[in-house]
């Protein structure tokens, strides 16, 4: 850990706790002010309509976006001067929806990346198989450009690079972007399957429909503005909570 | 004579090439067009020359300097010309590129004047190869090109920087969360260029004299090779580099000599109407 991160001890079992955090692009603000405490072992998922200010959050947390104000806490340190460059060592995996990989770079390549550049969070080589196993397709494409593979490839090596590093917290930005519906089942099932060996999970979604079975807390987020933080399967249960933030077809 | 002008291309070919990996390699990484290359084959030059002449070290020894005296030059323009400007936008990095290549191009001339200068070494006879003129500088500049390519291939293939670069090239955002400090890989992109830009002036000035203006006779055809082979493609760079070579030598068989430069600009005119991405350029996606 860095010497420059403060330390405060957590009000909740947050993994990732987020308070007061303004986002934005120039003099917009995009998030409001939101507060989220991600739970630590858990699913947690953003939802919202278009526009909500999904992506530009996420973008924030992994430290591409320079808050306005507010903080970002990862279990007790605060993150948030940190460029991204920094947070990755401080334990923050992250998953762009697109150019999620180096796709002019080798499968191989991609997955030494994912450590290479990362002090003291390389993964041992036990931990690097078992993470591999989760993904068996990459194994045999090793020499192969990574921008030749398949959507569901890439996001699975996306994810492997991500996990490589052994993040505290995973950000996921809409997973199942651009994937067929069987991918999307199996990406989900991936999701739940890396939150259960013990990384908690900050995903972004618009596929609410596929992400509410894996995830245990959703957050509905619109205009920028946290509206619902709640437990995803009460969403699931609660007609009137179904129908208020997200839709009959929902 | 067309055998000739073939060879005399490719080896005019080389010493553009170097220039043109440079101006390819910093536009991956900082996605702008380095104007500066031709300011800085002229200072690589005169750093060789006054480590050559005035101080009397052999010309490998002053090539070496040369390449860490601009290196170091290089440097201090990042750190006080490019990296205030980043947030800019291409075209405001640019024009700052082609200021400072003003700079360093009246540096020069303030320093040394505008009488030509020559390297201090022995002139030899052409050789006499099946009916082709072979220079000796010409097979240096062969040699010495062609290592500076290896090496440089080594460096992006096989090592840790090399990673961290293509990285960098292909997608910072991701790079920035691979834990990679663009930063300092830029820091790293410019000492090569400004090596690889230094030999290219100095074998620049064994072939010609050095004077203040030497830069500018080769920025269009350095632009020209990057282009054609696809700007972010070192290996296009090559590529585009020895085929403006051979052609600006054989335009003397139908135009003046003197016009030779107009076959970059026909060159750079043509790829971007027929292929802008170049002959090995990778398509850019717009996101």
Known sequence: MSSDVTSNPLVSDAALEVRGLRLGYG???????????????????????????????????????RPLGGSIWLEGRDLTALPAVRRVAEGVGYVPQEANIFRNLGVAENLRLATEFVPGRQSSARERDEILALFPDLAVRG??????????????????????ARPSILLLDEPSAGLSPRLVAETMQTVREVCDRGVSILMIEQNVAAALPVSDQVVVLVAGRVRLQSAADRLLVDHNLHRLYLGEAA | MIAQLVLNGLVTGMVVALGAVALTLTYSILKFPNFAVGGMITLGAYIAWLVNVPLGLPLPGAAVLAAIGLAAVMLA??????????????????????????????????????????????????????????????????????????????????????????????????????????????????????????????????DRAIDPLMGWAYIIPVFAAAILGGLGSPGGAVLGALLIGVAQELSVLVIEPNYRQVVGFVAIALVLLARPRGLLGVEEIRR
């Open chain 1, 143 to 164: 020499a192969l450009a990574a921008g030749r593979l398949s959507g569901g490839q890439r996001q699975m090596l996306a994810m492997a690079c991500a996990l490589l």
């Open chain 2, 77 to 206: 323009a990042d750190r006080f010309v490019f990296r205030p400007l980043r947030d800019r936008g291409a075209i405001t990095l640019l024009v700052a590129a082609m200021g400072l290549s003003l700079i360093l191009e009246n540096i020069c001339r303030l320093a040394f004047g505008n009488v030509a200068r020559n390297f201090d070494v022995d002139p030899e006879r052409p050789w006499r190869v099946s009916g082709l003129r072979i220079h000796p500088e010409q097979v240096t500049t062969a040699v010495v090109t062609v290592a500076a390519m290896a090496g440089l291939w080594l460096v992006l293939r096989h090592t840790r920087l090399g990673r961290a670069m293509r990285a960098v090239a292909d997608n910072p955002d991701l790079a920035a969360v691979r834990g990679i400090d663009r930063d300092r890989v830029t820091r790293r992109t410019w000492v090569l260029a400004a090596a690889l830009v230094a030999l290219s002036g100095v074998l620049i000035g064994m």
């Open chain 1, 27 to 65: 003099a917009t603000e995009i998030v409001k002010g939101v507060d989220i405490a991600a739970r630590r072992g858990a699913v947690t998922t953003i939802i919202g309509p278009n526009g909500s200010g999904k992506s530009t959050l996420i973008r924030g947390l992994a430290g591409l976006l």
